[in-house]
């Protein structure tokens, strides 16, 4: 292992060599065209219909149908789609609920936007039902649940399809409306239904390009549950530039995922992190690593106190993420003791290997 931390925290897709040359042949068809000057100096609100349309198809992939492209909304990445929807839908009187770990941007965006956010405990499945339904009964607040049902961060869990109908029903019980964030789903091939197509009256769907296709595809696909949710939310945010897609983004996923590109550097990227993964289970021991469902990260349970065990294994040259920093309420947290392991952003797979054999015996502490 080279003297420089290697970087076991993020999240991101592995470098897909035929991907590099197709990012430049895609971009320089694209832009060869006649009316690509003007494409370039428009704004994007919402995306065009040809954006729209692109998103749909890719989304579709994982809803089973097309969807209307009057439903979809083009924005500038996931985090901009989450700055929209909690402002809209939650407010500064509402109460957010989501995983007891989840996605960590949300205890900022808690802080800026004013509203409460409220962690529901786990269990190998994800959102546990009856505590989910539990806070729905006591919060008498508006409410709105924030999910990650494929590929948890930062648990890695798939939520059954058993579980998303029990979610989606106490939902509808007690008129809770959904955020969706499916951003690693399409790493999984033949995963349950996303909850979009379980309760659509009452989910908005998200997801983004940076996950399965490149890093740094600042572009991601809402999916509303009515043309008229649409509506409404353009006519708040519709003038605010600051998410709209950028011209080059929109033109760059037109082109990737107009030519099959897309779909292939995701394939490749399955492909590269099911062999990362296989090095995770070997090195640390644990073959039940390589036969869970294929992700960019998976988590690490812990005897001893994980975020004691990141700072040993920093020391060490190696940077992992302990549970707590993904804790919904951290100073009330009961999380899972654990890491979370990310095995693909590391070019070299020595590296890997090496910070992997750093970890395994801090692990077991």
């Known amino acids: 292992m080279r003297n420089a931390i290697v970087d076991l925290s993020r999240a991101v897709p592995p470098v897909v060599e035929q991907l590099e040359s197709a990012l430049a042949e895609c971009l320089q068809e694209r832009m060869s065209l006649p009316e690509a000057g003007g494409l370039l100096r428009k704004n994007r609100p919402q995306g065009t219909e040809a954006d729209r349309l692109c ?3 890719w989304i579709s992939q994982r809803l089973g149908f097309l969807p209307d492209i009057d439903r979809m909304v083009v924005t500038n990445g ?3 789609v989450l700055f929209l929807l909690l402002n809209f839908l939650v ?3 509402g109460t957010l609920l989501t995983e007891e770990m989840s996605y960590p941007n949300m205890q900022a965006l808690s802080g800026m936007f004013g509203f409460e956010i409220q962690g529901i405990p786990m269990d190998s499945w994800g959102l546990e039902p009856n505590a989910f339904e539990d806070m729905c009964r006591r919060i008498k607040t508006r409410k709105v649940l924030y999910t990650i049902p494929m590929l948890q961060n930062p648990t890695a869990t798939v939520m059954p399809l058993e ?15 959904i955020i969706e964030d499916d951003a690693q789903a399409l790493m999984v091939e033949h995963g349950p239904p996303p909850i979009a197509t379980l309760a659509p009256d009452r989910t908005w769907y998200v997801m983004g390009l940076a996950k399965t296709v490149v890093m740094g595809m600042r572009v991601a696909y809402l999916l509303a549950p009515r043309s008229a949710d649409v509506e409404v939310l353009m006519a708040r945010f519709g003038r605010m530039s600051m998410w709209f897609v950028a011209a080059l983004q929109a033109e760059l996923a037109l082109a990737l995922i107009g030519s099959g590109t897309a779909g292939e550097a995701t394939r490749a990227i399955r492909a590269k992190a099911s062999a990362r993964r296989q090095i995770v289970a070997d090195v640390l021991g644990r073959p039940a690593i390589a036969t869970g469902a294929l992700g960019l990260h998976i988590w690490l349970p812990t005897k001893g106190d994980a975020a004691a065990i990141a700072v040993r294994a920093l020391e060490s040259g190696v940077l992992v993420r302990p549970g707590v920093q993904f804790a919904a309420r951290p100073e009330r ?5 654990g890491l979370r392991i990310s095995f693909c952003e590391t070019p070299d797979e020595n590296d890997l290997r090496q910070a992997l054999e750093t970890l395994a ?3 077991k502490d």
Do not use: K, W
């Open 91 to 93: 407010g500064r009187e």
């Open 55 to 57: 998103g749909a198809q």
């Open 163 to 177: 579980r998303r109908l029990e979610i989606c029903a106490i939902a509808e019980r007690h008129d809770v409306l």
């Open 333 to 337: 947290t009961l999380a899972m003791n």
């Open 361 to 363: 015996p801090l692990a």
């Open 78 to 80: 996931t985090l901009n």
